[in-house]
């Protein structure tokens, strides 16, 4: 409110039982900061419901949000990622998250992957590209692969990190990485078009490699509408056809 100092906002973790209609209080997720306006948002929850991928952020022009895996049994913070999404393997043991450490070397924010609770990772840096961002890192039923976004940044002559960099990408493309074996090269499943539309990951299938993908044409100024066209992708066979198409197709999943 106007003339009273700002504080942060508490971000209240509930838990419903479906059965019993009992809704309980899990946990108060820590804020990034004192800064006013500070709250948390919560992205997803484990296959066994103990940790809590959640971003921490508030409200300032350059988007200044980190992202934390909370968990709920131990009540332990794990601090990694930055924006663009980090994601908890399914068997709850590692981490894929995009870094800025070498992009003062590289030009390029790689995902890294990380056993939970270790301060070592593997660089995913086995594209030959320069002004990128990899991230929106998401494995597949087995953590045996993992897709990500593949996209260019705009402003090439960025020599220093800086957080507006996220307001600076240009479209998306989707490649696959085996985890098992990252010296191999990378599968493109997309490629980048920047000219007509953008490709955004949907959801892996639960018990094998299909995947479906989303393609997002440009906004229409006037009616703020974009087409969008839903893919069934299979990547080892080849295999793609259209599900649905329209207009502002979202949430999409398996």
Request: aromatic share 14%; glycine share 8%; proline share 4%.
């Amino acid at each position: 409110m106007e003339g009273e100092d700002g504080t942060p906002e508490s971000s209240y973790v509930m838990r419903f039982a479906i059965n019993e209609e009992d809704l309980q209080f899990v946990a108060d997720l820590p804020v990034m900061g004192s800064e006013a306006d500070s709250h948390s948002i919560g992205v997803d929850v484990s296959p066994s419901g103990r940790f809590l991928t959640y971003r921490a952020t508030y409200c300032q022009p350059v988007w200044p949000q980190k992202e934390y895996v909370y968990d709920f049994q131990t009540g332990d913070v794990h601090d990694y990622g930055m924006a663009g999404y980090i994601s908890l393997s399914n068997q709850e043991d590692r981490l894929a998250f995009p870094s800025k450490v070498r992009f003062e070397e590289t030009n390029n924010i790689y995902l890294l992957i990380a056993e939970l609770g270790s301060n070592t990772a593997t660089y995913l840096d086995g594209m030959g590209y320069t002004s990128t961002v990899w991230s929106a890192p998401n494995w597949s039923f087995d953590d045996r692969y993992l897709v990500m976004e593949q996209r260019a940044i705009n402003m090439p002559h960025m020599k220093e990190y800086d957080a507006g960099i996220w307001w600076e990408l240009g479209s998306g493309g989707i490649v696959m990485v085996d985890t098992q074996d990252i010296d191999e090269p990378y599968v493109t499943l997309t490629d980048i078009d920047s000219e007509n539309g953008d490709w955004t990951f949907g959801a892996w299938s639960p018990q094998d490699y299909r995947m479906v993908l989303l393609w997002r044409g440009e906004i229409d100024e006037e009616t703020s509408e974009y087409a969008s066209i839903l893919w069934m992708f299979e990547p080892f066979t080849n295999t793609a056809f259209i599900i649905d198409q329209g207009l502002h197709i979202e949430g999409v999943d398996w």
